[in-house]
């Protein structure tokens, strides 16, 4: 059977999953992603470079919005779930409590200091830090903590009755000493080669120093220390490196008639702002014959401005003056993602990380095919 080579309008017809008034339609295209029956979709490296792009929206330390464009679903999902369970982070493990006499019980505290993300030096965190090797059989754990792998950790406050307080004072913040812990009162104790990778403004700390630990009053005291290491997030969701890691496919809107005047305004509004915008119907387009404009120069007409921002409510398809007049979709092959950190990683070198990640999956995988023909 001769192979032919799909057009260009059918490519981008089989990009576009559509959205109706009552039901979503074209959301599978093969049982093979990319290949098509009778067509010829030989791999082509030099293509999928050409097909693919990565195209930045924001691009902040904690939070990043990027589209990528030109792969398949399942790419797309691999850098998703890679970048929640296996880029690596830093997060306390072990507590030994020494004293603690507040209202939160042992395994309570120790759960929310657990939670706590933690940040340092990068060198540090990256190329000096290792991970934690399983201890033998009957030998004790602690014979596997070295400076290079493991990170203690030491929280000592006790609440006294401030003496400066004014008379009358309510707020327990003024009101007594260590009324309220905090993140920020957790000590790192650098042991060994830890004082060259993390001193200064390396030195390992909370991400956000305001995290509320417990409360206190007079008396109560809580001593403790920790040790935390490498983890990812696969292993407990403590050690992902994302509060966030999602995508979305990009909408599309096709207004395939003129929408005129005040048509145009309420069409507007059945979306988002800054999705459809006005403008006025020039002179060339009113005098082109078939273009709808004829005979409505200066008039306001509907017109796309920004898809992104459409969440796909449909609203428009309610609405009987908007029949045949628009069509909604999504486009299959362009996914919005939006990654928010935690805060010991930068938000796009998480997704950087994703990308390393994936393509040492893809040489193991290639090693293992290899041994398995041999």
């Known amino acids: 059977m001769p192979r032919k080579q799909p057009t260009e309008e059918d490519l981008e017809r089989r990009k576009i999953v559509s959205v109706n008034a009552e039901t979503v339609t074209d959301v599978t295209s093969t049982d093979f992603p990319g290949n098509w029956p009778g067509e010829n979709h030989a791999w082509d490296i030099e293509k999928v470079i050409r097909d693919t792009k990565i195209e930045f929206h924001q691009n902040e330390p904690a939070e990043a919005s990027f589209s990528l464009i030109g792969v398949d679903a399942s790419i797309a999902n691999a850098f ?65 903590y070295f400076d290079y792998n493991t990170i203690s950790l030491e929280l000592k406050v006790t609440c006294t009755d401030n ?48 995290i509320l630990i417990a409360k206190l009053r007079p008396g109560q005291q809580i001593e403790l220390s920790m040790i935390m290491h490498k983890g990812v997030g696969s292993d407990h969701a403590k050690f992902s490196p994302v509060a966030t890691a999602s995508y979305r496919l990009l909408p599309t809107i096709t207004i395939l008639q003129p929408i005129l005047g005040r048509d145009a305004e309420k069409f507007a509004k059945c979306f988002p702002e ?21 005979g409505h120069a200066g008039e306001l007409k509907a017109v796309v401005v920004n898809p992104m921002l459409d969440t796909v409510s449909r609203e ?14 999504r486009k299959r092959d362009h996914f919005i993602f939006n990654v ?35």
Not at 113 to 128: W, Y
Not at 166 to 191: C, M, Q
Not at 192 to 210: H, L, S, T
Not at 319 to 327: L, S, W
Request: proline letters at 6%; hydrophobic letters at 35%; charged letters at 30%.
């Open 274 to 294: 800054g999705v459809i915008g006005l403008a006025k119907v020039t002179k060339e387009e009113a005098a082109r014959q078939g273009s709808g404009y004829e």
């Open 316 to 329: 428009c398809l309610r609405h009987g003056e908007f029949k045949d007049k628009v069509r909604l979709g």
């Open 80 to 144: 998703r779930r890679i970048m929640i369970a296996d880029i690596p982070t830093i997060a306390i493990e072990k507590v030994f409590i020494d004293n603690n006499t507040s209202v939160i019980q042992d395994e309570v505290l120790a759960h929310r200091l657990g939670l706590i993300p933690f940040t340092g030096g990068r060198e540090g965190l990256d190329n000096f830090m290792r991970w934690l090797p399983k201890p033998k059989d009957n030998e004790p754990i602690e014979s596997t």
């Open 340 to 374: 928010e950190s935690t805060g010991q990683w930068e938000s796009d070198a998480i997704f950087l990380a994703s990308i390393a990640h994936l393509k040492e999956k893809a040489r193991k995988l290639e090693q293992q095919v290899v041994d398995m023909v041999r």
């Open 163 to 210: 003496p400066d307080a004014a008379p009358g004072e309510k707020d327990p913040r003024k009101l007594y000493n260590h009324g309220h812990v905090y993140a920020k009162d957790i000590v790192f104790a650098p042991v060994g080669r830890q004082v060259k990778y993390f001193a200064g403004e390396d030195a390992i700390r909370p991400v956000n120093p305001d």
